[in-house]
């Protein structure tokens, strides 16, 4: 067969609690942390971004793929416009997206050097991938193996050839954006680990954040949990919109994630976070914070009587729906008791809402 198969994984003991823990920082200062929670306060000098059309400072390249010939085709393209939804909320105006057929080596590796032409010191460039990863063994080396992206070809299948290396997406981004950049890998790819590791020494220095998916328990043909990660960040930032927060790290976002993770789907995604030696999560703001009122799609689909039966209006699957409690929807926080659990630290650290921030606010700005 052309069309290209990620590998099968065996189920591995259950997860503990995000909530439980801090995370673990590797020796060299890097920061990789799984379903553990890490500092969420907001050490950065760096505000995000204000989104006008005059001071507008982010550039996102999504890459989503169905895989629509293979025995079990992927829904990815419907997510990634949930994410092309918010961008368009947060004003971001420098969008690409790559679907299916369009999603190859090529491509992707010609509008992540566009959008490094472009990109200034102070700029963001966020990377969404959805689909699929593998790894590729090396027969000489046992227990080493290099992961991939599953791309296609110009019709659309999967094949050996059409794998996009760690290795190469690595040094194309080192090569492509200048040092002080701010970049946010967001990866789903059904993968037992994330697909790049930015906590190796080449990424020392960069201004990088990865948060990914991980599927350690996934079986053969089962792809339902697509889709948790997707909606447990947009239910974050959802949250977060709702205790008045519009200027945070990406590290609280992260333990937010978490949250979302373990009262909406019961924690079964797991969810990993990296950031190279130099840039741990909490000194990076999260640039896509949207309007007041803002809503995610599992917030709008959600009445009294819980999800309403045309969630799919919504950009909601009906196989996720077998995952969701309900009744964690839309319930009331304690604005204090949230902020304290997600911050990841007893201490508070407010910062002052991003337009202040960037000095666009008057002097009577109230902190959030």
């Known amino acids: 067969s052309s069309c290209f198969q990620p590998r099968v994984l065996v189920p591995s003991r259950g997860r503990s609690p995000p909530s439980a823990v801090i995370s673990t ?8 942390a799984r379903n553990r929670q890490v500092v969420g306060l907001s050490n950065y000098k760096r505000a995000a971004p204000i989104f006008n059309h005059e001071d507008h400072r982010i550039h996102m390249l999504i890459v989503a793929l169905d895989y629509a010939d293979s025995p079990d085709p992927l829904r990815s393209t419907e997510d990634a416009k949930q994410i092309e939804d918010l961008a368009k909320q947060c004003g971001v ?3 690409v997206t790559l679907y299916n057929y369009q999603c190859t080596a090529d491509s992707v590796r010609r509008a992540i050097k566009s959008a490094g032409s472009k990109c200034g010191k102070n700029d963001y460039f966020i990377f969404c991938f959805l689909g699929h990863a593998t790894a590729l063994r090396d027969p000489n080396a046992p227990g080493i193996s290099d992961e991939a992206f599953v791309l296609v070809d110009g019709s659309g299948r999967a094949s050996q050839s059409t794998l996009f290396k760690d290795e190469v997406f690595t040094k194309l981004i080192l090569d492509s954006f200048k040092p002080e950049m701010r970049i946010i890998l967001l990866v789903d790819s059904g993968h037992d680990v994330p697909v790049v590791d930015i906590t190796k020494d080449e990424w020392n220095g960069r201004q990088v954040c990865h948060i990914s998916a991980v599927e350690e328990t996934r079986l053969k043909g089962e792809d339902s949990k697509r889709g948790i990660f997707l909606h447990s960040l947009l239910l974050a930032i959802d949250k977060l919109s709702k205790v008045g927060r519009d200027n945070y790290s990406v590290g609280m976002l992260y333990n937010a994630l978490l949250l979302e993770d373990e009262l909406v789907f019961r924690c079964v995604q797991d969810v990993e976070i990296q950031s190279p030696a130099g840039c741990p999560p909490d000194c990076m703001a999260w640039p896509l914070v949207p309007p007041a009122g803002f ?5 709008r689909c959600a009445g009294p009587g819980g999800v309403l039966g045309n969630a799919s209006v919504f950009g909601v699957d009906s196989t996720l729906l077998q995952h969701v409690v309900q009744e964690a929807l839309n319930q009331p926080v304690s604005i204090e008791e949230y902020l304290h659990h997600i911050s990841g630290s ?3 650290e407010f910062k ?3 337009a202040c921030s960037a000095g666009y606010s008057p002097a009577s700005c109230v902190l959030q």
Request: hydrophobic letters at 45%; charged letters at 15%.
């Open 25 to 32: 920082r590797v020796m060299h200062g890097a920061v990789k």
């Open 93 to 95: 105006l420098n969008v």
């Open 295 to 299: 809503q995610a799609p599992l917030s």
């Open 346 to 348: 007893t201490v508070f």
């Open 352 to 354: 002052p809402c991003r």
